[in-house]
């Protein structure tokens, strides 16, 4: 069974992650975490953005967000819980495993904030174009040549 279909239609309107898309098909492709942990992707508004990952079981200790070349990495490694005194897991259905997770950034993009909340760890994304990168609107002088001044 392949899962090999474009997800270019959903990136259409993106601003900020249109490199989303590649990092999207190359996890379907090569998918060695089992989806774990799973994670939202939000537009917020026309600059910013949030990631939502699901760290249910994770403290902050336990967590480790980086930023190096346009790449944030977010990992985590959960405690050993079974040397504590007195616990004995009669079912264990959270899952233990360490993760990794990458997430290629495009340019101007700035990491604001990092908030986990409800087992939920947010992090806040923010498009800061410099003034020289802008789009700039050239003036069309109207029936007058433009003269060049020496």
Request: overall charge negative; hydrophobic content about 35%.
């Amino acid at each position: 069974m392949s899962n090999a279909f474009s997800m270019a239609p959903l990136f259409r309107n993106s601003v900020g992650f249109d490199r989303f898309s590649d990092l999207f098909e190359t996890a379907l492709r090569n998918d060695s975490s089992g989806g774990y942990p799973p994670y939202n992707v939000e537009k917020r508004g026309e600059d910013s953005y949030r990631i939502v990952v699901a760290t249910a079981g994770f403290q902050q200790e336990d967590l480790d967000l980086q930023v190096e070349k346009g790449v944030l990495t977010v990992s985590g490694s959960k405690r050993d819980t079974s040397s504590e005194e007195g616990v004995t897991f009669l079912h264990q259905g959270i899952a233990q495993r360490a993760f990794k997770l990458s997430f290629r950034l495009d340019d101007h993009i700035e990491i604001k904030g990092a908030n986990l909340s409800n087992g939920l760890l947010s992090i806040d994304l923010q498009r800061v174009v410099p003034e020289e990168a802008k789009a700039k609107r050239i003036p069309i002088n109207g029936g007058q040549q433009a003269t060049l001044e020496n």
